[in-house]
């Protein structure tokens, strides 16, 4: 049962918060195992994530002033930055840190709906299925390492008020003389025009927080480019499609569930280093838009105004695997599995798959348009029956063709 005056005490201000079995009084802790916290001495398993504000029949909260000393034991407590928590090194007691809103270092937090290693290896193994990996080559693979960290994001609400300058393509027709004809002829040229104008306008979206470097950087595997690059565009990927979602809670430490936190970029360094350039495209892409014919040369310069800055926090597992001495890495997002980046050894299954689907959609084309032609043949001449008959049969065969190409496509994104 909740206890009220648990909650005024935890909305009031700053203190430590070491959680406690509600059935014995021990310390709980995260278990890998069970998926959940767990009282360190009678086993209990707590259902819920608990909540930092109030208690009830399945845990308490023992709530002290923040101090330097443990509780407990008096000994020294230590901060921990990458689980954002103390710790005493004398008795082991862990406390959070239950901070108002505008002291926290987060705004948001998606936890990990897949906890456990052995669920994350249920979804890495279907994600090689997806890829045409054959069972054989899935029982040569052998799991080195599975790690899990939260990645910090920034979303910021940005405001541009600009003045840019494009040059424009401006087609024209001139005669020429043509010495290798002896005569004059017609030539197409492209000419290109200065163009100016001002853009206000106003974006939101995300970009990461950390250096992928600063991800195991020290293992052989994280040195090869490829391999960070791939964690680049599934970083990007997440921030597109992710970050937005309802999963998202309001920051607590608990729901960190022991995981590294990967914040290692100011908002300022990461919008030098990420948001600019997100920021530069989105302007390039709006000002091309504005004109019909083809653009260049696009420059602009003005202010930017930064508003609902917001920092968030997004799970990913990291698996290390190895197939015939080779090292190989996949991405996988820790909400559901579904996303995932990465590097996949080859099968002749996933090579033959691949060119099955190029194949048929090809054929699929070329046959629908063979057909329409030989519809025209028949008509004899191009009379508006054929031009129906080779409309139809061309629609047709487009369809059919993205019809094939997206029920073999790929299915992560």
């Known amino acids: 049962m909740k206890n009220p005056a648990n909650k005024r005490f935890a909305d009031s201000e700053d203190h430590l918060v070491e959680i406690i079995c509600a059935k014995c009084g021990g310390a709980l802790r995260f278990s890998s195992k069970h998926s959940r916290y767990i009282c360190t001495k009678c086993g209990h398993v707590i259902p819920d994530i608990p909540d930092l504000s109030c ?49 926290q270092r987060f705004d948001a937090i998606t936890p990990f709906s897949v906890i456990s290693k052995k669920d994350m290896c249920k979804k890495f193994i279907n994600a090689l299925k997806l890829e045409h990996v054959s069972t054989k080559m899935l ?25 840019y300058t494009v040059e424009l393509a ?46 195991f950087s020290d293992h052989p595997v ?112 820790g909400l559901n599995g579904e996303i995932y980046r990465g590097t996949v050894p080859i099968s002749l299954n996933r090579f033959l798959g691949k060119l099955f689907k190029w194949l048929l959609t090809l054929g699929t084309l070329f046959g629908g348009f063979y057909l329409a032609y030989i519809a025209v043949e028949a008509c004899g001449s191009v009379s508006l029956l054929s031009v129906i008959a080779l409309l139809g049969i061309g629609i047709t065969s487009i369809c059919i063709s993205i019809w094939i190409f997206k029920e073999f496509k790929k299915r992560n994104y």
């Not at 004059?184 to 200065?194: F, G, N, R, S």
């Not at 698996?319 to 996988?332: G, P």
């Open 55 to 103: 208690s009830t029949a399945d845990y308490e909260l023992r709530v002290s002033p923040v101090s330097e000393v443990c509780p407990n034991c008096k000994a020294p407590l230590a901060y921990s930055a990458v689980y954002d928590r103390f710790f005493c090194e004398h008795c082991n007691s862990l406390y959070f840190v239950n901070k108002t809103k505008e002291q």
């Open 139 to 163: 029982e040569e693979m052998k799991i080195s390492d599975i790690d899990a960290f939260y990645t910090t994001f920034y979303t910021a609400r940005i405001g541009s008020d600009i003045h």
């Open 170 to 215: 401006h087609e024209y027709e001139t005669r020429e003389w043509n010495s290798a004809t002896k005569e004059y002829q017609t030539v197409k040229k492209t000419e290109w025009l200065p163009e100016s104008g001002d853009l206000n306008s106003v974006d939101t979206f995300s970009f990461q927080g950390f250096q992928p470097t600063d991800l």
């Open 222 to 333: 994280f040195q090869k480019k490829a391999v960070i690059k791939q964690l680049v565009d599934f970083v990007i990927l997440l921030a597109k499609t992710r970050l937005n979602k309802s999963d998202a809670h309001d920051y607590s430490p608990v729901f960190l569930f022991d995981r590294v936190i990967l914040d290692t970029l100011s908002f300022g360094k990461a919008w030098d280093d990420y948001g600019e350039s997100i920021l530069t495209e989105k302007i390039k892409s709006r000002i091309a838009a504005l004109y019909p014919q083809q653009t260049q040369n696009i420059r602009w310069s003005g202010s930017t105004d930064f508003d609902e800055v917001h920092k968030s926090l997004y799970p990913i597992w990291v698996i290390r695997y190895v197939y015939k001495n080779d090292d190989y890495v996949l991405f996988m997002d």
